[in-house]
Structure formats: structure tokens, C-alpha cells
């Protein structure tokens, strides 16, 4: 598509449930990232993945968090068992870095308009 | 504790000031980048800069890289109510490809 897209822009669930977030990056871009983003705080990185490489989970706060990547193209971020510290809004970003064209400082992150979750 | 620190973290002021916001760090970057975020919308990229001592100009905002790449500005000239938004900075790392780092931004309000 044009953009990045994510789904649902808004998701308000109970204390201890799961939650599923999508998110549609740009056409042919291989390189996508979950950010977290608090009130007051800047974006915190939780997963890249570049290709059919294996992600990078390093940003990963807990073992309640997951995230995969089908077919190069749509990836999908979930928590189980949420608690209310993981109220945030969720961002993605594509990217068309790969590793084999090159320079890695020059290619920014189109970003999506992101998933704000709410865990009552 | 953020690595790259931001200030101010808010700022307002009437249409056709000046202002300067910035960006520092300990930590030397191989690029940094300024994006703009809207509420209710992802950031966008404004600039990238990777060379020491650079600027870079986009209409009426000027970027700079500090020269020992730790750190960088943002000068807005004239500021208009659309310039209103948070202005993030963002990092990268010297080696791997996914050490981005952002700052906690500046939250600039234009009054018109």
C-alpha cells in the first residue's frame, strides 16, 4: 500500500486478556520495526525484522510479548496476559534498508499511525 | 534514563518567534534523524544528517549535526500554528541495524 497501516487504531482490553496487533507495512520494504511509545517517553524499540533473517527480539520486555512476520510482508505484535503497563501506543515502521544495498544511515522509518492500547 | 536527552521538553510560542530546540548525548551517532509527530499519527521524517558539522536546511527549519556527532539542533524561523507537533530525535548506533534510539522529544504549540 501507500502507507503503513495498522490495525486496530485503538483497542481497550481487560487486565490478564491477549491482544493481537497488525500491522501492513509498505510494499517491498524488507526492513520493519515495533516501537513502543509511552506518555512522556520516547520510542522504545521492541522487534526488528530485516528479510527472511531471524528478528531481532532484543527489545522484547517480557516473555509476554511476541511478534512474527508471514510471508516478508504483514507482521503481527502480541501480548498475553496484559497488565496496565503495557498501556501505550504501539507503532510500526517499514523501512526499504536491506543489507545488501547499503549505507544504513541514509534510509529513514515511514512510520504507522500506530495502536493505542489500553489494558483497564 | 534516555540516551539522547531533549530540551525543552515543552515549548510555546506565538506565531512568528524563533526557536531552537535540541538534542544531546554522550553517545556518538553514525546519523541522526528529526521527525515531526501529529496526535494520532506515527512520526515522519523530517531530516537525516550524518556527517560531523553538517546542516541542513527544509524551508524554514535549519538542522545541525554537532561536530562530534553527540549532538544536533533543530532552529525553526518564524514558526507558523502548523509547525505545532513534538519534534522526536532519533539515534543510530554505530553497528547493527536496529539500535535506533529516540529521544522523549519537544512538544512545540504555535498560538497563532
Known amino acids: 500500500g501507500a502507507g503503513v497501516s495498522q490495525s486496530p487504531s485503538n483497542k481497550v482490553t481487560e487486565k490478564g486478556k491477549d491482544v493481537e496487533l497488525r500491522c501492513d507495512p509498505i510494499s517491498g520494504h524488507t526492513a520493519l520495526y515495533w516501537y513502543r511509545q509511552s506518555l512522556g517517553q520516547g520510542l522504545e524499540f521492541l522487534i526488528y525484522?530485516?528479510?527472511?533473517?531471524?528478528?531481532?527480539k532484543s527489545g522484547l520486555p517480557s516473555d509476554r510479548f511476541s511478534a512474527e512476520r508471514t510471508g516478508g510482508s504483514v507482521s503481527t505484535l502480541t501480548i498475553q496476559r496484559t497488565q496496565q503497563e503495557d498501556s501505550a501506543v504501539y507503532l510500526c515502521?517499514?523501512?526499504?534498508?536491506?543489507?545488501?544495498?547499503?549505507?544504513?544511515?541514509?534510509?529513514?522509518?515511514?512510520f504507522g499511525s500506530g495502536t493505542r492500547l489500553t489494558v483497564v | 534514563t534516555q540516551l539522547l536527552e531533549q530540551s525543552p521538553q515543552f515549548l510555546s510560542i506565538q506565531e512568528g518567534e524563533n526557536l531552537t530546540v535540541y538534542c544531546n548525548s554522550s553517545s556518538v551517532f553514525s546519523s541522526l534523524q528529526w521527525y515531526r509527530q501529529e496526535p494520532g499519527e506515527g512520526p515522519v521524517l523530517l531530516v537525516t544528517v550524518v556527517t560531523g558539522g553538517e546542516v541542513k536546511k527544509l524551508k524554514r527549519l535549519t538542522f545541525q549535526f554537532g561536530d562530534a556527532r553527540k549532538d544536533s539542533s533543530l532552529h525553526i524561523t518564524a514558526a507558523q500554528p502548523g509547525d505545532t507537533g513534538l519534534y522526536l530525535c532519533a539515534g543510530l548506533g554505530p553497528k547493527n541495524n536496529n539500535d535506533m534510539r529516540f529521544g522523549a522529544g519537544t512538544r512545540l504549540t504555535v498560538k497563532p
Open positions: 525484522f530485516q528479510g527472511n533473517s531471524a528478528p531481532d
Open positions: 515502521a517499514s523501512s526499504s534498508y536491506s543489507r545488501a544495498v547499503g549505507d544504513r544511515r541514509k534510509y529513514g522509518y515511514t
